[in-house]
């Protein structure tokens, strides 16, 4: 038994990073596997506040080995730039990161094509991307001809595919309206260079992470897998096509990672108390008046990668449900408590409105999912701050009833509860033991 997942089950931003940094010790190994810096995991150890977005969360932990497996794009810079900011802080990043040789690079061209193409309008709205050449990257993993991986990096063949590849992506780009500047960053001798200083500084990691993975496995170690965005934001599970890249539910995990099903035995499903949203895309429960604001003010509710404001409403059951059960969630972790400590009266979305019939199921088509009305029930708010709550009988009565609603409608039980960022803000309920976390 070795495995524990965990998943973001909404649009993300679900404090994912919080939780893995509290549970590393318990683990050997910490596993990105998907994604790439359009995450921003945070996470808080003391006064020190660290935000990620390539590298695992669970590197504050000297004595944890932390893994980028093949399903990750990474955009070397960008990746660079956080080892040296974690480096300066006294963190031994180099010795406790592996990364995958498989893994496909962000180029500075899929910056470019990610910034032309968020432009366009999908049914009439923007994806919204992070602008971080996600999915440009994704598009030339599947395709193939394009694609630069890791290993690119430290072959002989290195100079000349670079050379090739950014030759071919400036034709392309130039069709798709990239700029005369924007062309001239990615001349083929400066990506020549670029490539021959990430290669430099990238060899000491650049590892065969599903052979050291497997070792693991089969040597009785633990893994804990860390999900980057949620699981609505699935490519192909989730609220298509306002998505993110890559398989971001709970089934992502073996193939980003490169294991198989036998090593995973607990997933915890990571939700917020209520929903957020960055970027565009249907959002049946979202709240676009006063209370919407509350929640974004009191859960300081603005991207850690983009800084853009989230979009706030109440919990979406009918979503959470769908993701949960999709993504096998052995125990939930109920996030932000905190935040809904300051209300008198809350809402829960049990149920959708659509073309005049109550449905459970989350609409496969966005047009369908927009037309979705929230079927609302309304909650007694607690109205008394949980902050300094340790411990479930720490929980007013409101507070107890509002989770236990939650497990009824979800269908599995809250193992964690947050009240804070702090990691000491966390409360381990009497469920968690029977996923290895009590
Ligand atoms: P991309 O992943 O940058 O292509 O963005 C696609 C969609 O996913 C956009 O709506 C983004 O706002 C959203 N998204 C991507 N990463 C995250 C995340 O880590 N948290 C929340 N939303 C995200």
């Known amino acids: 038994m070795s495995g524990t997942c965990v998943i973001g089950l909404q649009w993300g931003d679900e404090a994912k990073g919080k939780l893995v940094d509290l549970l590393a010790p318990r683990f050997d190994c910490v596993i ?41 794009v990474i955009n070397p810079t960008t990746m660079l730039e956080e080892i040296d900011g974690l480096s300066a802080r006294g963190i031994n990043v180099v010795e406790n990161l592996k990364v995958s040789e498989r893994a496909h690079l962000v180029m500075p061209w899929h910056m470019i094509e990610d910034a032309t193409i968020n432009k366009v309008s999908v049914r009439g709205e923007s994806i919204g991307t992070t ?12 395709g193939r001809t394009h694609a630069i991986r890791m290993i690119d990096l430290i072959e002989a063949s290195r100079d000349e595919r670079i050379a090739t590849v950014s030759e071919q992506k400036t034709v392309l780009l130039r069709q798709l309206g990239a700029t ?14 670029l490539a021959a200083s990430w290669a430099e500084r990238l060899a000491p990691m650049i590892s065969d992470t599903t052979d050291l993975i497997l070792d693991a496995a089969e040597a009785n170690q633990t893994l804990l897998f860390e999900g980057a965005q949620g699981a609505l934001l699935d490519i192909d599970h989730g609220t298509y096509p306002f998505v993110t890249s890559s398989n971001s539910s709970g089934v992502g995990v ?8 036998k090593w995973i ?53 009918v979503a959470v449900r769908y993701t949960a059960r999709l993504s096998g969630v052995t125990r939930l972790a109920l996030m932000m408590m905190d935040v809904l400590a300051h209300f008198e009266e809350l809402k829960v979305c049990v149920a959708y409105e659509l073309d005049g019939k109550e ?6 088509h966005a047009d369908q999912l927009r037309r979705c009305k929230p079927i609302l029930e309304t909650i007694p ?7 300094d709550a340790r411990s479930m009988s720490d929980f007013p009565a409101g507070a107890l009833a509002y989770v236990k609603r939650i497990e009824e409608l979800v269908g599995v039980p809250v193992g964690i509860l947050s009240v804070g960022p702090d990691r000491s803000q966390t409360i381990f309920t009497d469920k968690a033991a029977a996923m290895g976390l009590a």
Not at 279 to 288: R, V
Not at 359 to 364: E, Q, T
Not at 381 to 387: L, Q, R, T
Request: hydrophobic share 30%; proline share 8%; with cysteine.
């Open 32 to 72: 990105r596997y998907q994604g790439g810096a359009n995450a921003g995991h945070t996470v808080v150890a003391g006064d020190e506040v660290y935000k990620l977005h390539h590298i695992p969360s669970g590197i504050l932990h000297s004595d944890v080995q932390n893994f980028i497996t093949p399903g990750v």
């Open 131 to 142: 602008n971080r050449g996600i999915g440009p990257c994704y598009r030339d993993k599947v």
């Open 180 to 193: 005369d500047e924007e062309l001239a960053s990615i001349a083929p001798e400066k990506m020549v260079a």
């Open 254 to 261: 073996c193939a980003g990672a490169g294991v198989p099903p």
């Open 265 to 317: 035995d607990h997933v915890l499903g990571v939700c917020k108390a209520y929903s957020t949203r960055v970027g565009g895309g249907p959002f049946p429960s979202e709240l676009n008046d006063e209370t919407g604001d509350k929640i974004r003010k009191l859960g300081n509710e603005f991207g850690t990668t983009t800084g853009r404001p989230r979009r706030c409403g109440w919990f979406d059951a």
């Open 359 to 364: 449905i459970h199921h989350v609409p496969a």
């Open 381 to 387: 708010g607690w109205n008394s701050p949980v902050d």
